[in-house]
């Protein structure tokens, strides 16, 4: 039985701050867009996950396996968070999960997808590229998670109550792995013997993770600015991601890259 929904007085519920639960009707605009959104954070955590699990076995020292081994378990918690969400949408999460394939990697490191995805999963697109050295994860935390906290930011007050209430305890736990980043890029940065190591790392992740913010004035970021599902234009956010990762970058002295986009027609 369909039921007819009143968008505007929907809307304007959103506008008082209203929060929408799980077993209320909405507009099928809202609830496609909100969908879509939870798709790509819950594939994107799970192959996060799955991405780091190999340093758990490989992190420099006792005290490291730990730390990585407490990362691994957070990106799958939060990926359940996330995929929790999706079933209460009416989503069969299970079978999204046996389709693809989330441990993929491309087989070179040097490939350049530039913002493509390569598969059918809607996971970022970083996330298809290798982890191949201790300093390739630590910048991974330096320089994705805090992209990743860029990102989050744009939930905490969403007006879906579901994901809003699961990103804010995400975003705390993914504050502590761009703190795991900080400490060991200073380190690497300031050793002699890791300088230079640590800069060519930066200048690969720092230009990966410029990419994962999409196109400035997309079409489909005004529709979820519409339904208050993100709150910034995609560049406002990736700027702010910018400014923050090279006051870090220069405390550890550091060169910023060079990153320049590269897009079609916004979408």
């Known amino acids: 039985m369909s039921v007819t929904i009143d ?13 929408i639960e799980a077993d209320e009707p909405m507009p099928d605009e809202y609830r496609q867009n909100l969908i879509n959104l939870l798709e790509m954070q819950a594939d994107s955590e799970l192959s996060g996950a799955y991405g780091y699990i190999p340093w758990i076995e490989k992190a420099p020292n006792i005290h490291e396996k730990l730390l990585v081994a407490q990362i691994v378990k957070d990106e799958i918690r939060h990926a359940y968070a996330i995929n929790k969400c999706l079933e209460e949408l009416g989503v069969d999460v299970n079978q999204r999960i046996e389709e693809q394939d989330f441990a993929y990697r491309l087989a070179e490191d040097t490939a350049d997808i530039g913002t493509e995805r390569v598969k059918r999963d809607k996971r970022v697109n970083i996330f298809y590229y290798p982890i191949e050295t201790w300093t390739d994860f630590i910048m991974f935390n330096f320089c994705m998670d805090r992209g990743a906290g860029h990102q989050l930011e744009d939930a905490l007050d969403s007006s879906y109550g579901p994901w809003q209430r699961a990103i804010n305890t995400i975003f705390k736990e993914e504050m502590m792995h761009v703190n795991h980043g900080d400490t060991w890029v200073e380190k690497l940065a300031k050793d002699p013997a890791t300088r230079q190591e640590t800069q060519e790392a930066f200048e690969k992740w720092f230009t990966r993770t410029m990419n994962i913010f999409g196109r400035p004035g997309s079409k ?8 208050h599902l993100k709150k910034r234009d ?5 700027e702010g991601y910018r400014a923050e990762i090279e006051t870090k970058a220069t405390q550890c002295g550091l060169k910023m890259p060079v990153w320049i986009p590269d897009y079609d027609e916004a979408v």
Do not use: M, S
């Open 7 to 19: 968008e505007q007085a929907f809307l304007e519920r959103i506008q008082r701050g209203e929060k």
């Open 220 to 227: 489909r970021n005004v529709v979820y600015q519409k339904w």
């Open 234 to 238: 995609n560049d406002e956010v990736r």
